[in-house]
Each structure stands twice: as structure tokens, then as C-alpha cells.
């Protein structure tokens, strides 16, 4: 269902919330320049210690995406002490891109050893299992980046486990996980499907957000 945008284009939106919500997407993704002069051009107001944890996260952050998951480990144990321990999902993602860095690397023993030291632990429980057995096939193929698995080995799979990074570090630190903005859309595309469930079967398209962006 869509809305004639006579029906909300009048809305009044106060501008406090609007620098509300690009300095929440500015600070959660460590922006720190853009952040400071966004704070200065117009006058909002933060707490005076963010600008360190900022800087904090974003060389974990970093170090996550290139594939330097230990140091990145480390970065994080001193930030937020235990975290990792408490969330065993992101310890296993965080330690597989380090094999991963390894197998690219032609480290096959080196991987292989680590594996079985640090990964190794994680097969007690059913759901690592088959994961684990993807990263061990990588062991097998002279080119993993030609094999079935080669999307372990992308920069996607990276900013994947450095965005969960990062939202575990968030929450850890008492902030919002997801900006402003995601959870503004968030709500905002539920809001919108579900007028489009409610119409006929006649009526409109579902709400297709990609659309409407580009609308």
C-alpha cells in the first residue's frame, strides 16, 4: 500500500531528532572527524568519554575486516573484558578468520594446528559443526579461493563478523546495538508491510523498501 505523499510531506520534524539520528549512524560506525565536525556545525551535545571508546572500536573494527582477528581479540579483551567468553558465537567467528587468514597465507600446518587448539573445542557442541567442517575443507583445495567454501575466505564474511563485533561491543558499553536510522527503518518497513497485508489482493505491490528508496 502506498501512501500519497501529500498524506505526510506537511509533517513537521523537529531537527534535534534529525541530527539525533546521522550523529547515532556517525558515532556507531567511527566517523570520528565527520562526527566532530557534525558536533560542531550544529551544536549537539555528547558525553565527553565517547570519543575514546570510538576510537577504540574503530581500530578493533579494523583489525577485524583485514583479517587480523587476533589483534583484534586482544583490542577486545581490553575494551570489554569477558565479552568474548559470554559469546561464544563471535569467539568461534572472530577465531575462524584467523584460520582463514592462515590457509590464505599457504600456512596449512600452521592452520591445521590451530584448528586443532583453538577450533577444535567448539566441535563438542552440534551447531559449530558444520561450520567448522567447511573451514577444515579449505584444507583440502591447493586454491581455496576456487572452492566451494571460497566465501569464508571474502571481505564480506569479514565486515559480517566486524559488525557483530562491533554491536557486541556496543551493547556491552550500554549503547544501542543498531543506529538510529536501521531501527527507524526497521519500524518503519514492518509499519508499511503491514498496511500492504491489509489491502486487496487487488490493490498495490507488498512495500518493497529498495523501491520506495528509490522513489
Do not use: W
Amino acid at each position: 500500500m502506498d501512501l500519497d505523499p501529500r498524506q505526510y510531506e506537511n509533517v513537521a520534524i523537529n531537527d534535534n531528532d534529525i541530527h539525533s539520528i546521522v550523529l547515532s549512524y556517525l558515532i556507531h560506525n567511527c566517523y570520528k572527524e565527520s562526527v566532530e565536525s557534525f558536533i560542531t556545525s550544529t551544536g549537539t551535545k555528547q558525553p565527553a568519554d565517547y570519543l575514546e571508546d570510538m576510537d577504540k572500536r574503530k581500530r578493533i573494527f579494523h583489525f577485524a575486516l583485514e583479517g587480523n582477528a587476533l589483534k583484534a581479540i586482544e583490542l577486545t579483551e581490553q575494551l570489554a573484558q569477558d565479552i568474548l567468553e559470554k559469546n561464544k558465537d563471535l569467539q568461534f567467528d572472530l577465531l575462524s578468520l584467523h584460520f582463514v587468514e592462515l590457509v590464505c597465507s599457504r600456512k596449512c600446518t600452521e592452520a591445521l594446528e590451530f584448528a586443532q587448539t583453538k577450533l577444535g573445542p567448539f566441535g563438542k557442541e552440534p551447531k559449530y559443526m558444520e561450520k567448522l567442517e567447511d573451514f577444515m575443507a579449505l584444507l583440502a583445495y591447493k586454491e581455496p579461493e576456487k572452492s566451494p567454501m571460497f566465501h569464508l575466505l571474502s571481505l564480506e564474511y569479514r565486515q559480517q563478523v566486524a559488525d557483530s563485533l562491533n554491536r557486541a561491543i556496543l551493547a556491552h558499553l550500554n549503547l544501542p546495538r543498531y543506529t538510529a536510522m536501521e531501527r527507524l527503518i526497521q519500524q518503519t518497513t514492518v509499519v508499511r508491510q503491514c498496511l500492504s497485508q491489509e489491502a486487496s489482493k487487488d490493490g498495490p505491490p507488498p512495500f518493497s523498501l529498495r523501491d520506495f528508496l528509490k522513489s
